[in-house]
């Protein structure tokens, strides 16, 4: 018997799932805490707490991580030099402070519109080659014609010995700017990704696991690991990704909405006919705008472990995460009777500032902090502190902007009253400590005169109606949030309706299901195993390639025997006012991600078109570990042309994808 294991590293637990390859059934799962900045602890932790007879017959992993994400979200890559290539326009703010734009680069017919200064890219390699781990190029229409990316790749990679990454590499899409950024996130990922997936190896082999090693990319799909070491940039997102997919095969529904409610947030996003819905523009990350393809989805900081405050005669949710009460009473001996102690008077109250909010040091290292942050910092230490305490020893309030800035650097964690405090409350969830839940939750309900069981009926109806928000926005986009609440209070006699099912994952969710049915007219379905839904996700993601093919029509004129380029417009305007008699012909030109090629013929375009569209995304599956007999290629065309234009097309686009299951067993 032949099993699988996947792995899910999220914000708060990790996730382990074996699936038995014959019927794809769930055998066994566990939990464990996700540990912070290396998750492969948390992982070895979730590993061992599984079977070992099990683990011994598993032929294939999956992996789904956290880990591009926070290294790019905390600024902690490895240093990248950036060459752009082209009349570039930088804005105000680059990543790095290693960049140098150089001449070169192409129109968008893939014609050279300046040589490429080789010379210039070779003085900023030698510069910089000690001071950075990798390097990123991006060129004017690389997309169009790569041959410079590919040019400065050769040297530098000559020069340096350093890894070079291209944007045409990992982007067909427009945007010389955002590829160059796609480009130069993956670059100063590499040596992340490098040590991470080598632990991962390494420790298979420690335990005699001798399997196919897979990730999670954030279109849902999975990559063998060989493209997952060049491309880490894709893995970005790859646990909503991994909840989508999970959601869609433990439900048994090819087109569905999901919900995860996770410790840090809840996510929304929707599969189609067995596909995970893209988002159109790529990837947002840190702030950046990428050219990745990854899931649409909708994220707001409500989950498990949110922040529940109060301030007035009101309740807020977030969007701060904090470790929840009931959970830090296990971990911190004697916290549940400081709990009890603590007071703070009402003019205090803030989110930074709670009956129910403590402070305990992380195991980051302080770098550059100013005065008022050293002194605060020095205060608190490995035992929760709260701002009773704090007044105390600094004789002064706490200034909350001064926490709220530790906290934004990692260097103090913040412990309080959570959604998962609140379900301990009512009973709907008891992994932890209720008692200390209750008497949050007491302290909290005196304030707006409501016993611990009200305040916590009333935290869980907004934690649901801020998920059927989120739900709502997704599926209509656009549409205002005030307008959502309209209608989600109820205050004008109508419901959202939804059509299609509404997948539900998280440890605690089964809690929210009725709140839900009650704002929204929905099949809400929450699965078996939806508590590692993520994992299981990890695990059965189908092999996808998608590949573009733009076929481009190019008016070519003849002028006393010389050949000149002319576009459509002055080729009318010049027919129309009979001015000089030429000759015109089409010309053909075909881009892709491996050539840029020209036809005099429309029909051998597409003809040569569809042949290596088919070809790329076969080479790479089969690349990946999958079978031939097993993927499925789909081709689509979309045509541009004019209204009333009965020639051939001013521009095709072929899109292929290509389906596949992966292999479970090594191949030699």
Known sequence: MHYSLGIDAGGTYTDAVIVRDSDGSVIEFSKALTTYPDPLPGMKNAIDALTPEYLKDIKLVSVSTTLSTNTILESTGFPVGLIMIGDYVIPEKLPTAYWVTVSGGHNNDGEE?????????????????????????????????????????????????????????????????????????????????????????????????????????????????????????????????????????????????????????????????????????????????????????????????????????????GPRRVIPLCRASVIYPGFKEKLKLNKVAKGYLC???????????????????????????????????????????????????????????????????????????????????IEAATIGASMLGRILKQSPETFSAEAKRRVARNIAEDLIAYLIEGMPKNEIDRVLLGRNFTRFRVEIPVVLLGGPVKAYVEDLRTLINADFIVPEHAEVGNAVGALVGKGIKRVEILIKTKVIKSLEGKAENIDNEAHEKCTAENILPYETKNEFIVFSPSERKKFESYHEAVEFAEKLGRQLVMDYMVSAGLQKENINIDVSRKHLAPSGWTDVPLETKLVFVGVGIPKTTITA
Request: aromatic residues 8%; charged residues 25%.
């Open 113 to 317: 519109l300046q040589a490429l200064d080789i010379a210039s890219v070779k003085e900023f390699a030698l510069k910089v080659k000690d001071k950075v781990s990798a390097f990123a190029v991006s060129s004017y229409f690389s997309n169009r014609n790569p041959e410079h990316e590919l040019a400065v790749k050769k040297v530098v990679k000559e020069l340096t010995g350093h890894p070079v990454v291209c944007g045409h590499e990992l982007s067909q899409d427009l945007g010389a700017y955002e590829r160059a950024i796609t480009a130069f996130l993956n670059a100063q990922l590499i040596p992340v990704t490098h040590k991470f997936i080598q632990a991962i190896v390494k420790e298979f082999e420690i335990r005699g696991i001798n399997a196919n090693l897979l990730m999670l990319k954030c279109d849902g799909s999975v990559v063998g690991i060989e493209e997952a070491l060049e491309k880490p940039i894709e893995t970005i997102f790859s646990g909503p990704a991994a909840s989508l997919v999970g959601a869609s095969h433990l439900s048994r529904f090819n087109t569905c909405a999901m919900i995860d409610v996770g410790g840090t947030s809840t996510d929304v996003a929707m599969m189609v006919n067995g596909l995970p819905q893209l988002s159109n523009i790529g990837a947002v990350v840190g702030g950046w705008q990428t050219r990745v393809k990854a899931i649409r989805m909708e994220t707001s900081a409500t989950g498990g472990d949110s922040h529940i405050w109060v301030k007035g005669d009101r309740i807020y949710i």
């Open 351 to 433: 989110e930074s500032i709670q009956v129910t909010k403590f402070y305990v040091r992380t195991d980051f290292k302080p770098i550059e902090l100013k005065a008022g942050e050293r002194e605060i910092y020095r205060h608190i230490g490995k035992k929760p502190v709260s701002f009773g305490d704090l007044l105390i020893a600094l004789k002064k309030r706490p200034s909350p902007s001064i926490l709220d800035s530790l906290v934004q650097k990692r260097l103090i964690q913040a412990i309080g009253f959570t959604p998962t405090d609140a379900l301990h409350v009512l009973g709907e969830y008891t992994e932890w400590d």
